[in-house]
């Protein structure tokens, strides 16, 4: 055999053999942004324990390749979290779960101010092809029953309306469980956070 058929040959047979990860590019990593209220923030909770933190982890786990982005600001009403919506959901986002209104309905606001809010927001993010996750949450134990339906009536009318993915209650893992939540507070505790990620892992 002449040396270049021979030289062609190998090369062919080295790389029938060479691993997979050398015969393609680098796996992009999905980004996602969570914008959301003092449900999503954990700002209160040690750095790794997170809502954030905690679905990374678990979507890794599950062998995606993703990083989680925490964009949650405590206080935060849908109308704040418009404002900043743009600076905090950067163009190279691909997907953002929205948990914003349970702040709103601690406040009393208005369900159709924070729904004014929740649909600008959505719009945007699909105007910028970012996938969204839209999540709803338990009415506050300070709303009347007329509220408490309103507010209910808004997270679902938004997320049928615009065709996003859809969460119902973020908290539905800990709201009914004093164990699950910070004492004397609304917000989950690290036990209620993790409560959480494994209820919406599937849908995320």
């Not at 209160?44 to 809502?51: D, E, K, M």
């Not at 691909?94 to 927001?121: N, Y």
């Not at 910028?128 to 507010?151: M, Q, S, W, Y």
Request: charged fraction near 25%; hydrophobic fraction near 45%.
């Amino acid at each position: 055999m002449r040396r270049r058929e021979f030289i062609i040959l190998a090369g062919a047979a080295a790389a029938t053999w060479l691993p997979p990860t050398a015969l393609c590019s680098e796996e992009r990593v999905i980004k996602i942004v969570v914008l959301g209220d003092a449900l999503a923030s954990g700002y209160y909770l040690p750095v790794g324990r997170r809502f954030s933190d905690r679905l990374e982890f678990a979507l890794k786990a599950k062998g995606q390749s993703v990083t989680v982005v925490d964009a949650s600001w405590g206080n935060d009403t849908a109308a704040r979290g418009l404002a900043r919506s743009n600076r905090s959901i950067p163009e190279d986002t691909d997907a953002a779960i929205l948990e914003l209104g349970a702040v709103d309905m601690v406040f009393g606001v208005e369900p159709t101010i924070t729904r004014t809010s929740l649909a600008a927001i959505i719009e945007n993010l699909k105007a910028r092809r970012i996938a969204v996750l839209l999540c709803g949450a338990a009415p506050h134990t300070n709303l009347d029953g007329e509220h408490k339906r309103a507010f209910a009536a808004m997270f679902s009318g938004l997320a049928s309306e615009y065709d996003v993915l859809f969460y119902p209650v973020f908290d539905d893992a800990f709201v009914s469980d004093p164990s699950l939540k910070e004492i004397g507070d609304f917000k989950p505790n690290a036990a209620g956070t993790e409560a959480v990620v494994a209820r919406i892992l599937p849908k995320v």
